[in-house]
Every structure is written in structure tokens, then in C-alpha cells.
């Protein structure tokens, strides 16, 4: 699923501004680049803990923040970004795909897998949300791990879960074994707990200051591409045949492929992913790292954040859109073969199409904000254009020509699943500095509870009504989405810290020269 992330900490780097802060000056409450950020230094358990990110140098104090006097300048102009920062982001969008791709393939093919088990559209659609489910349930549990062990323990451990979860499923190919399919997709749904907050937690520990919105929007466009394979593979490899003895060899060869690059992919997790780079990649995460807390509280951290009323919005208007993303995705097949009989290969296309749209969305938008940084706009804009491209969709959906349900479904998708990665940059912006993890997370929690409440709603009413009212029902829900959106702040604390004025480098200076003289005296005295 896409959210991606988690995900579990923020897409970003913060906070050249903030350094006088470590450094413990006593001076660094009069500066006013400092004191422009309250939350940086007034709030020192909101950073990650030191056992398991702090680089050398950066021991914790009973206190909370770190020791000042090993963060010296000469430190921060160590920073630089490490080849491998690549290949670490690829292994991720690689099994991020993998595991996004068990999410949908049964929608994709709903009507088959139903006449295969003999179970109801519902018990189908069930397939897909245990995945919004879990994810609601094993959130925190999850963030905490992330922050105890760190990113390669939970990258392992998401990669090893997806790939227990495809081999399971090939123990259900009788039509009486849909338990151990569901139990298959269940062990998978907990794999996507380690995966959707990864994003923003690798871009901003592995990229650069102008590198974390396209490294976030990189790792993001994994899962959509295993969305998009999830509805383009499985109608080609699974035809729609009364023969179950036939269809149960074609289902086991789609279980078959899956688990193989499953497994490929873990072992390459295993030889490819670190922990972090040698060298911070950007001011904004040294300093995060020098902030680091020991004592730091999931419970405050959370309570921070819901007490920031545009962050509030935002996870509001993030669960709306990716709840309808969702939900679309999910009843899909259903919408089109009621409209299209006979048409499951290009149901499927027709979900290929909206996903790859908006995988080029995602890449434009990242790399637009990490040139223009204009969040709030950039945002607003492409929600508008999701609720237009929804109301289009849903009055061509039923007009009997399939190559306008491609070209609309098309637009949609661009700018709907576009926003995706938009939501996790921007709740940086909004949050820093807090936790990446935690503010992503609750982004996808709201994505989750949205996505299970429009797919069971949207599902009856298409049931009882058609597909008309209940694309209708999207269309409502996204265009209050849209009007709580243009209400969101443009707090952007990230971009504030990332900001080094000639006052802050100024004042960096003398506060080295300060340090540096009593040492002199003393070696005299002595």
C-alpha cells in the first residue's frame, strides 16, 4: 500500500539554525534564528534515540540533549552523502513493490479468487483491508522498534515477513483453504508495518538537503509500481475458467513468481542495507542526532503533534485522499466488470494506468518541491486536481467506451496518487523536529481507518445502487479534503532550520574562539 510511508521517520534534514543550541552557548536564546524555533530547543525528547542513530561523538546527558562540547563546526563540515545511498533506496522500493503487490492482487481479480473459494465479495475485499487493519493496530509497536533497533533490523524484518507470507500462500490452493490464504495475506499486512514509514526515514538519513524529496518520492514510487503490477499480472496470469483443478495451477504459478523474488529480495536486503551512512548527509541530521534524547516518549511526542492544528489537518486531509485511493483501488475490478463484462485484462490495465500516472506525479512533485519548497501550494493544487479528475471519472465510468475510462482513470491517477509522498513532506515541514516516524505513521493510520470505512461503505453502495453514487461518495469526502486543506499553516520548520544566515556562521566562529581560549589559559596556569 501506498503511503506509503511507512515508513517510519521524516524526509528531511533540519537545522544549521539550531547548532548554537548544541553548542550551549549561553548566549542562544538572544539569537533570533534560534528563538524563530522554539520547538528545537524547548522540547529535547523529540529526536531519536541515541543507542540506536546518535553518530560518535554525541553522548546523551541526564537532561535529555546532548553533550555540546564534541559537535564542534569542524564536525558539521564533515557532512557528505554516501554512494551507497542509492543502492539503499532501490533494495527498498524493490521489496516495498513486492509486498504492494500481495496487497492488490486479489482485487485485482476479485471475481475469480471469489469463484475459486466460493466466498463473498466481501471475504475478498477482506484480503485487501487486513493490510489497513493491521497496520491501525501494530503502529506504535512498530515505531518504537524502529527507534530501539533501527533501520536495518526493521528493514529485515520486513523484508523476511513478506517473504514467510508468499510461501504460505501456496498452501491455499484448494478451493476449502481460503483461511490459509487470508493467514498468508495476514503475515504480509504485518510486513507493510515495516515498510510504509520507511521513505521519509531513509531519505533523510541517507540523502542530501536537496536530495530528501526526490529520494522520499524514489522510495515511494516502489509501492505504487507493485500496485501497478498488482493489477496488470495477475488477469494475465490467472484467467477467468470454471475449471478449478486449471485455475488452482494458474493461481499457484502467480504464488510461485511472487515467492521467488520474494526470497531474491531479502537476501539482497541482507547484503545491501545499513544502518546509516559513515557521515551525516545533511546539517539538518547531524543536529537531529545531537538532539537526541534519552528519555524520549512516544506518548508526548504524540500528544506535540495533535496539539499542531495544521499537522491535525493534514492527517485528516492525507487520510481522505489515500482512504479514497484506497478504496478505489480495492473495488475497482468490480466498478469496471459491472460496466465492461468479460473485460478483467483491462480492469487491470485500467489500474496499471492510474498507478503509473501517478508514479510520474510523485516524481514531478518531488522534484518540484525540492526546487521550489512551496508545500502548502503545491499540496492544495494537486488535491483540487484529484477531486476534479474523481468527479470526471466517476461520469465516464458508465458511457461503454473503455479507451475514456483509460484516459480519465489516467488523470486521476496523477494527481490522486500523486499526492502521496506530497502528504509525507509536508508533515515534516509541519512537525520538525519531531519524529519522522511518528508523524508519517499517523499519516498512514488516518489513511488506513479512511481506506476501511470508504471500501466497506463505497462497496454496499455500489452493491445497492451502482457505481455512480458510490464514486459520488468518494467525490464528497474529497472535496472536504480539499477545503481543509487550503486551512493549513505553512509552518515550514524544516526549511526554517535548514536556512544558515551569515549571522549564525558569525556567531558559530566567536563561539569557537570562546571555547578555545580557556584551554590556553589553563595549559599556562598550569
Known amino acids: 500500500m501506498v503511503n506509503e510511508g511507512p515508513s517510519l521517520e521524516r524526509c528531511d534534514d533540519t537545522s544549521a539554525q539550531s547548532f548554537d543550541a548544541v553548542q550551549g552557548d549561553p548566549s542562544v536564546s538572544a539569537q533570533p534564528s534560534v528563538s524563530t524555533q522554539p520547538s528545537v530547543s ?15 561523538g554525541t553522548s546523551a546527558q541526564p537532561s535529555g ?17 554516501s554512494k551507497r545511498r542509492w543502492a539503499v533506496v532501490l533494495v527498498f522500493s524493490c521489496y516495498s513493490m513486492c509486498n504492494a503487490f500481495q496487497w492488490i492482487q486479489y482485487g485485482s481479480i476479485n471475481n475469480i479468487f471469489m469463484n475459486f473459494y466460493g466466498v463473498s465479495s466481501l471475504a475478498i475485499d477482506w484480503l485487501s483491508m487486513c493490510y489497513m487493519l493491521t497496520y491501525i493496530v501494530l503502529l506504535l509497536p512498530v515505531a518504537w522498534l524502529l527507534e530501539k533497533y ?13 517473504c514467510l507470507g508468499a510461501w504460505v500462500k501456496l498452501g491455499s490452493l484448494k478451493p476449502h483453504l481460503f483461511p490459509v490464504t487470508m493467514l498468508g495475506q495476514v503475515i504480509c499486512s504485518v510486513a507493510q508495518v515495516f515498510i510504509l514509514g520507511m521513505p521519509s526515514r ?3 538519513v541517507w540523502f542530501g538537503a536537496n536530495e530528501v524529496s526526490t529520494a522520499c518520492s524514489l522510495a515511494v514510487f516502489g509501492n505504487q509500481l507493485g500496485i501497478a503490477i498488482g493489477f496488470l499480472v495477475p488477469p494475465v496470469l490467472v484467467p477467468n475458467i ?31 542495507f545499513k544502518e546509516k551512512p559513515k557521515h551525516p548527509p545533511s546539517r539538518a541530521q547531524s543536529l537531529s542526532y545531537a538532539l537526541a534524547s534519552s528519555d524520549a516518549s512516544y506518548l508526548s511526542s504524540i500528544v506535540r503533534l495533535f496539539k499542531n492544528l495544521s499537522f491535525v489537518l493534514l492527517v485528516i486531509t492525507y487520510g481522505l485522499n489515500a482512504g479514497a485511493f484506497y478504496a478505489l483501488s480495492t473495488l475497482l475490478n468490480r466498478m469496471v466488470i459491472l460496466h465492461y463484462p468479460g473485460e478483467e485484462v483491462n480492469a487491470g490495465r485500467i489500474g496499471l494506468t492510474i498507478v503509473i500516472a501517478g508514479m510520474f506525479g510523485a516524481m514531478i512533485s518531488g522534484i518540484w518541491l525540492d526546487k521550489s519548497k512551496t ?41 490522486m496518487t500523486g499526492y502521496l509522498p506530497l502528504g509525507f513532506e509536508f508533515a515534516v515541514e509541519l512537525t520538525y523536529p519531531e519524529s519522522e516516524g511518528m508523524s508519517s505513521g499517523l499519516l498512514n493510520v488516518s489513511a488506513q481507518v479512511f481506506g476501511i470505512i470508504f471500501t466497506i461503505s463505497q ?15 468518494l467525490c464528497v469526502f474529497l472535496t472536504l479534503g480539499s477545503a481543509l486543506t487550503a486551512f493549513i499553516k505553512a509552518d515550514l520548520r524544516r526549511q526554517k532550520a535548514n536556512k544558515e544566515t551569515p549571522e549564525i556562521k558569525a556567531h558559530e566562529e566567536e563561539d569557537s574562539n570562546t571555547r578555545k581560549a580557556p584551554t590556553v589559559i589553563s595549559e599556562v596556569h598550569f
Open 42 to 56: 524547548a522540547q529535547p525528547s523529540v529526536s531519536a534515540q541515541p543507542s540506536s542513530s546518535a553518530y560518535p
Open 65 to 81: 540533549l546532548v553533550q555540546h562540547s564534541s559537535l564542534g563546526p569542524e564536525e558539521l563540515g564533515s557532512i557528505k552523502v
Open 150 to 162: 533501527g533501520l536495518r533490523t526493521i528493514a529485515l524484518t520486513g523484508s523476511a515477513l513478506n
Open 202 to 204: 531513509i531519505a533523510s
Open 242 to 272: 470454471n475449471d478449478k483443478d486449471k485455475l488452482a495451477y494458474h493461481i499457484s504459478i502467480m504464488f510461485y513468481i511472487i515467492g521467488g523474488v520474494a526470497t531474491f529480495l531479502f537476501i539482497l536486503v541482507i547484503i545491501v
Open 375 to 415: 508545500y502548502k501550494e503545491t499540496t492544495l493544487v494537486v488535491y483540487i486536481m484529484a477531486l476534479v479528475g474523481m468527479v470526471v471519472y466517476t461520469l465516464t465510468l458508465n458511457l461503454g467506451h473503455l479507451w475514456v475510462v483509460f484516459l480519465t482513470a489516467g488523470t486521476l491517477g496523477f494527481f
Open 459 to 473: 462497496g454496499q453502495i455500489i452493491d445497492k445502487y451502482g457505481t455512480m453514487p458510490g464514486n459520488i461518495f
